[in-house]
T-cell receptor, first 114, second 108 residues
Framework: DSGVTQTPKHLITATGQRVTLRCSPRSGDLSVYWYQQSLDQGLQFLIQYYNGEERAKGNILERFSAQQFPDLHSELNLSSLELGDSALYFC?????????????FGSGTQLSVL | QQPVQSPQAVILREGEDAVINCSSSKALYSVHWYRQKHGEAPVFLMILLKGGEQKGHEKISASFNEKKQQSSLYLTASQLSYSGTYFCGTYQGGKLIFGQGTELSVKP
């Protein structure tokens, strides 16, 4: 158990819908990362937050948005869902988000868009 | 740009050794290695920082050559538990970017 909690574990929805994925980082970790993993794309970096502020942004679609709240949990919002958004979404956390820090990954949310 | 890993896949017998390479077209200041077992989350193995040091985890070690912008992961006397997909990651523009992964299968 990494200490990072992601909910829900599975999500099945239809095209055009909107969903929210939730992540609670390890106790004491200030930085949260979101990654998307699909079969042909590996682990794709979406976005990173540190203590409530956006620190780095990857090729995140405009239909996707995220935020980190004062209690440090984070949410990833996916809207106008398309079939291609089906993937495993991982959240990870680290203490301060520095380059020498290891990431602890949650167990992921499997999103299926039908 | 994503770091490039090679090989893409490797099959070993228990007790055999393997090397997984990771290279980048951009200057490297650190290299991260993670292992992901099927159906599970990636798990941290080690970080190598600029300086060419080697690190170890169980019978897994790694090297980092910042001049060649490469890192290699060495798996010695592989065990069944080593099976999984290995990812290297490098920081680019403040983002931890992972390679496409190397799938390692260890057979009895």
């Amino acid at each position: 158990d990494s200490g990072v909690t992601q909910t829900p574990k599975h999500l099945i929805t239809a095209t055009g819908q909107r969903v929210t994925l939730r992540c609670s980082p390890r106790s004491g970790d200030l930085s949260v990362y979101w990654y998307q993993q699909s079969l042909d794309q590996g682990l794709q970096f979406l976005i990173q937050y540190y203590n409530g502020e956006e620190r780095a942004k990857g090729n995140i679609l405009e239909r996707f948005s995220a935020q980190q709240f004062p209690d440090l949990h984070s949410e990833l919002n996916l809207s106008s869902l398309e079939l291609g958004d089906s993937a495993l979404y991982f959240c990870a956390s680290s203490v301060g988000g520095g380059v020498g820090e290891k990431l602890f990954f949650g167990s992921g949310t499997q999103l299926s868009v039908l | 740009q994503q770091p490039v890993q090679s090989p893409q896949a490797v099959i070993l017998r228990e007790g055999e050794d393997a090397v997984i390479n990771c290279s980048s077209s951009k200057a490297l200041y650190s290299v991260h290695w993670y292992r992901q077992k099927h159906g599970e989350a990636p798990v941290f193995l080690m970080i190598l920082l600029k300086g060419g040091e080697q690190k170890g985890h169980e019978k897994i070690s790694a090297s980092f050559n910042e001049k060649k912008q490469q890192s290699s992961l060495y798996l010695t006397a592989s065990q069944l538990s080593y099976s999984g997909t290995y990812f290297c990651g490098t920081y680019q523009g403040g983002k931890l970017i992972f390679g496409q992964g190397t799938e390692l299968s260890v057979k009895p």
